[in-house]
């Protein structure tokens, strides 16, 4: 009886031990989908909690000068405290201004039957013996440089993706393009952040937004109807027009590179009606204001138009590039080939292409007058340079 005893209390001493620990953020915090007023914050912990973001201007005001507004994740007034996935969109903010900012995660413990919650610990960003982290939202108008790179089929490659950020200078960096197949099949979220994204949190994405198009090989998987969780973007789709001043970046989702019969798909792929409603959204987009009144104008999409006889680039040539001759595009940055390639304008296509291989990064510097495209592989060497002239409209 007393071995027993003393086994119970030993489990008992074990539970409470693991009961008491500490909640832990685990991936994150990282941005994206920013714009001139809104930017989402993601980030993971070990243990369900209320998570909220705290926002302060982005002065050397220490953190703790004044009380801050709080920002949660809720859904119809509720807000949620079930899930280690926390995801908080900050709305209302003024464009091409500066915030700081701090995660906090609270543990919920459990529910009593009354509906009452058991809080644990709270876990937060560190603002005592660090600076809070901060960004920029998009500003509204001119902006004497625009500053971006563009990584893309990375395909979980983390060692070969950290050393490419190495070189990449984020802190004169306005925003990050993943430009598809970052990751090369969707199986579980632990592979998704140790394949690329826990290396974009530790070498920018803390403070530095990203601006995610998906490739074929995110269509893939068990996992990948996940996949928007973790780059949430307006009305659940991929394809969208951001604006960093009067410079604007079309995101395309180009939908998966064979028909969707094929075998591979395993009767899961619809993407050709996918790929014709984005070419209605495209239509409508190319007549908005945001679009029209921009002086520079950059496309985004993995598979690129002009080269390739598969399926899905046939149809995207087919469904998009009649629509984009159309108007004035002054650039087009695409991946997939995992070969460099330049492709200029010609009597077929009106804007020329840009295709980054897949151990290069892309670095993008728009002036006054031109469009500077520089791409350097992982040892910082130079593997091709463009000097694309902005036409006015």
């Given amino acids: ?16 031990v693991l009961m008491a620990q500490d909640i832990k953020i685990t991936h994150g915090p990282y941005l994206c989908n920013m714009t001139q007023d809104e930017v989402s914050v993601i980030w993971t912990t070990d243990k369900p909690a209320l998570s909220w973001v705290e926002l302060a201007p982005g002065d050397n005001q220490s953190f ?3 009380e801050h507004p709080r920002y949660y994740e ?21 464009p091409g201004t500066r915030y700081n900012y701090r995660i906090f995660s609270k543990e919920v413990r459990s529910w009593e039957g009354s509906g009452k919650v058991l809080y644990g610990n709270t876990v937060a960003s560190n603002v005592f013996r660090k600076k809070p982290l901060s960004f920029s939202t998009f500003p509204c108008n001119y902006a004497d440089t625009v500053s971006f790179v ?17 070189n990449t200078g984020f802190n004169k960096t306005d925003f990050v393009v993943f430009n598809g197949d970052m990751s090369s099949y969707l199986v579980d979220e632990a592979r998704l952040f140790h ?22 090989h995110e269509n893939r998987g068990v996992y990948a109807d996940k996949l928007c969780k973790y780059y949430p973007a307006s009305e659940g789709r991929f394809y969208q027009l951001y604006k960093y001043g009067d410079v604007c970046v079309i995101v395309l989702d180009c939908g998966e590179d064979k028909p969707d019969s094929d075998i591979e798909y395993a009767g899961l792929a619809n993407y050709d ?54 108007v004035k595009i002054d650039l087009m940055l695409s991946g997939h080939t995992h070969a460099y390639s330049f492709h200029p304008a010609d009597a077929h296509c009106s804007f020329p292409t840009i295709v980054n291989d897949d151990e290069t990064v892309l670095k993008c510097e728009i002036d006054s007058e031109n469009i500077k495209i520089r791409i350097v592989d992982q040892d910082n060497r130079l593997v091709a340079e463009h000097f694309i002239k902005i036409i006015s409209k």
């Fill in 1 to 16: 009886m007393k071995i027993k005893q003393l086994f119970f209390l030993i489990c008992l001493q074990c539970f409470t």
């Fill in 64 to 66: 703790y000068a004044t």
């Fill in 74 to 94: 809720t859904i119809a007034g509720r807000r949620l405290s079930t899930s280690t996935f926390h995801c908080i969109k900050l709305k209302n903010l003024k």
């Fill in 150 to 166: 563009m990584f893309n089929d990375i395909h979980e490659r983390y060692e070969l993706f950290e050393k490419l950020c190495k």
């Fill in 195 to 216: 394949g690329y994204i826990d290396v974009a949190v530790k070498e920018f994405a803390k403070e530095t937004p990203i601006l995610f198009a998906k490739g074929n």
């Fill in 273 to 326: 009606s996918y790929r014709e409603e984005e070419a209605r959204w495209l239509g409508q987009v190319l007549e908005t204001k945001e679009f029209v009144d921009s002086r520079v104008r950059i496309v985004v999409c993995h598979i690129p138009f002009i080269t390739g006889d598969w399926h899905g680039c046939l149809h995207l040539k087919k469904l998009f590039l009649p629509l984009l001759n159309s």
